[in-house]
């Protein structure tokens, strides 16, 4: 038995949901610990692709068992347009699937919120994705959050919510100037919310905790990447939970004691989207040319990635803040036209050189990256399934990354595809 966490070790969009997916077919639970529906992971399956949001990867393998933690905040709209989005292309979604009672909501107003206090920040703003989730979780740490239980009790759910709009409603329309909300338009939208997902709620620390006493197979699908965590990531430009190994045993309930291997998702380079410091970022046409080869486009937003060389000094940051046991890296298959291809190593600042990435983000926004250049390969490895099959530079390139973090690459992602990707390690 094993109990594996998946984690981005960047800015998102590693690729999770493809090595999730494959990790699926020997898993008996798959179990989301954090973020909501600003995550967008993609997998394709044969020649149809899937965008998962809020249900974890693991649905689209017959038989799993899905659940959708305690530290993840839901939209009950958003969830049940994708359980039916789901259903409609013949994917089931019925007993597989849990949901936490302790998850919180993400309510109407916090979408307005977000929209108001972005716009206030101007060309500060952070680039949220819009979805609500900075200001639900406020909500949950200053006790005032309204909780999926919540939805199995109306008068317990109308007295939060009457609570709340109290002052959030005094806040939407004195500071950010827009209409409050009506209680009872909310309390029966989410009483129609309540019905159509009560048959998913449960207790699923229970669930989980005891499918691994049961020595089952259990991955923890983390969303977001470490940059983004909110307290080890390039703050404030980070989203609002924790999308770090640790996040998993609090987003679920489960002890460290628990967990068997943290596996890394690395991309082969480094994207990142919305507002923020990224420092191998490349401003011209090669960057364009690795967001148009890699379909970097938010699998959430549509919004353009922008792109970047490997940074080694953000991935040491990773592999040491997750205890990452190994890395499974993605999209090699994208650097197949690159010439020459750059690692960042350390940083310059004032000067100085940086092995660590630094804590201060004014600092981190004027650092210079120091690149060590290694040969391209020129050649194709879309689809290679056989270590041996790739290209020498390749190899030199992967083993080179090992070297420099002191991880063994586990998984070798060259396509989208399910199949398309070499496994040189097993996770259970
Ligand atoms: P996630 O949020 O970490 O699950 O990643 P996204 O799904 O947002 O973005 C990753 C994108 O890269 C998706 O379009 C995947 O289908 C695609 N992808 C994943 N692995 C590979 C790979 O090895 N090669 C190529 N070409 N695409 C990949
Ligand atoms: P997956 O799971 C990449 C980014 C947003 C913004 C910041 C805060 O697909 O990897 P938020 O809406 O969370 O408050 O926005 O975080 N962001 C992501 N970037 N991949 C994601 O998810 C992201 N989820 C949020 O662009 O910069
Ligand atoms: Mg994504």
Not at 141 to 166: C, H, S, Y
Not at 182 to 188: L, Q, S, V
Not at 201 to 225: R, Y
Request: proline share 4%; hydrophobic share 35%.
């Amino acid at each position: 038995m094993s109990s594996v966490i998946i984690v981005g070790s960047q800015w998102g969009d590693e690729g999770k949901g493809k090595i999730v997916d494959f990790l699926s077919e020997k898993a008996d639970a798959v179990a989301r610990y954090q973020g909501g529906h600003n995550a967008g992971h993609t997998v394709v399956i044969n020649d149809e692709k899937f965008i998962l949001h809020l249900i974890p990867s693991g649905i689209l393998y017959k038989g799993k068992i899905c659940l959708i933690g305690n530290g993840v905040v839901v939209d009950p709209a958003a969830l049940i347009e994708e359980i039916n989005g789901l259903r409609k292309r013949g994917v089931e979604v019925g007993k597989n699937l849990f949901l936490s009672k302790n998850a919180h909501l993400i309510m109407p107003y916090h979408m307005a919120i977000e929209k108001g206090k972005e716009r206030l920040r101007g060309i500060k703003m952070l680039g949220t994705t819009g979805r609500g989730i900075g200001p639900a979780y406020a909500d949950k740490t200053a006790r005032t959050g309204i909780r999926v239980a919540d939805l199995l009790q109306p008068q317990v759910f109308r007295e939060n919510l009457k609570a709340n709009l109290f002052d959030i409603n005094f806040l939407l329309e004195n500071l950010y100037k827009v209409s409050p909300f009506n209680i009872e338009d909310i309390y029966n939208e989410y009483m129609g919310y309540a019905e159509k997902l009560s048959g998913y709620i449960g207790d699923t620390d229970i669930i989980i905790n005891k499918m691994i006493s049961e020595n089952k197979n259990v991955l923890f699908e983390g969303a977001q990447g470490t940059l983004l965590d909110i307290d080890h990531g390039t703050y404030p430009y980070v989203t609002s939970s924790n999308p770090i190994a640790g996040g998993a045993c609090t987003g679920l309930g489960v002890g460290p004691t628990k967990i068997s291997k943290v596996l890394g998702v690395v991309k082969a380079y480094t994207t990142r989207v919305g507002s923020g410091p990224f420092p191998t970022e490349i401003t011209d046409s090669l960057g364009d040319k690795l967001r148009e080869r890699g379909g970097e486009y938010g699998a959430t937003t549509g919004r353009p990635r922008r792109c970047g060389w490997l940074d080694m000094v953000i991935l040491r940051h990773s592999a040491r803040i997750n205890g990452l046991t190994g890395i499974a890296l993605t999209k090699l298959d994208i650097l197949d036209a690159i010439d020459v291809i750059k690692i960042c190593t350390s940083y310059k600042y004032k000067g100085k050189t940086l092995e660590e990435f630094p804590k201060e983000i004014n600092i981190l926004e004027e650092c210079e990256p120091v690149y060590e250049e290694v040969n391209g390969w020129s050649t194709s490895t879309i689809g290679i399934k056989d270590f041996k099959r790739l290209p020498k530079a390749a190899k030199a390139y992967i083993k080179k990354i090992e070297k420099m973090l002191g991880v063994k690459v586990q998984i070798i992602s060259t396509g989208q595809r399910r199949d398309e990707l070499i496994q040189l390690k097993g996770q259970f």
